[in-house]
């Protein structure tokens, strides 16, 4: 099990790197200043770890008002739980990218989907990384 403290530094640097790599590589190809695609990338970034904490405590109390147990969960709930996360995210970052990039509704949603596919893949790798830099401490197997 990982600590809390390396639950924050695996957040923060998550969100660190995603945000440099996009603020460096995105603007150029949207052609939108970096400052505001810099700012619009902090303030989504802040709202989606803020949503994030948010919509998992919802969901579980909205479970165990079910009477549904909170593990193991199946594939099917995972990907409810999934998509309603992003369909409620979208309700918050698509106006934002509208009005901080001056985009219409479609480009908006456009680079809202363009997220959708890549940061999965980011997450992947990322997280490969991670364990490799700062792997998962084993349980020492105690003395006899």
Known sequence: MRTRADRIRHTLLFEILLITTTVLVLPGVLGVPAHSFGMLSVIMSTLAMLW????????????LRLGRPLAPRPFWLRAAHAITF??????????????????????????????????????????????TVFPVP???AEAM
């Open 52 to 63: 994030n904490y948010l919509y998992n405590v919802a969901f579980d109390r909205m479970l």
């Open 86 to 131: 992003e369909i409620g995210f979208a309700f918050v970052s698509v106006p934002l990218i509208m009005y901080m990039l001056d985009f219409g509704f479609v480009e908006a949603v456009l680079l809202d989907a363009g997220y959708l596919v890549l940061v999965p893949v980011y997450a992947f790798l990322f997280n490969l990384a991670y364990d």
């Open 138 to 140: 084993q349980p020492q």
